[in-house]
């Protein structure tokens, strides 16, 4: 199973940036998804998350302005990020739960992380 997120870049402090992750390998189900974000010298923290039936969940620094969303037929899971601030700069990592196959568990991934860059 791998994940891989692109829509990285550098953006200008109020602008927008969309970030998608698409999920691809042996799967059998995919449960929650979800975007977290790691700053230099800062522990990583969870951005967004979504379940299978499309509830969302936000950190209380992004509500407001990033709408998290999936398309559980293509596999992926996106991060619509607007009015973006020069603190939202870090590499966001895409996650989520898979089964590889029906008589698999659960097990979590990651993504390899994606730069974004908000300058002031």
């Known amino acids: 199973v791998q994940l891989v997120e692109s829509g990285g870049g550098l953006v200008q402090s109020g602008g927008s940036l969309r970030l998608s992750c698409a999920a691809s390998?042996?799967?059998?189900?995919?449960?929650?998804m979800g975007w977290y974000r790691q700053a230099p010298g800062k522990r990583r923290e969870l951005v967004a998350t979504?379940?299978?039936?499309?509830?969302?969940n936000y950190a209380d620094s992004v509500k407001g302005r990033f709408t998290i969303s999936r398309d559980n037929a293509k596999k992926t899971v996106d991060l619509q990020m607007n009015s973006l601030k020069p603190e939202d700069t870090a590499v966001y990592y895409c996650?989520?739960?898979?089964?590889?196959?029906?008589?698999?568990?659960?097990?979590?991934?990651w993504g390899q992380g994606t730069q974004v860059t908000v300058s002031s």
């Open positions: 390998g042996s799967i059998f189900r995919i449960y929650a």
């Open positions: 996650n989520a739960d898979i089964s590889p196959s029906i008589l698999s568990s659960l097990r979590n991934y």
């Open positions: 979504i379940t299978s039936g499309a509830d969302t």
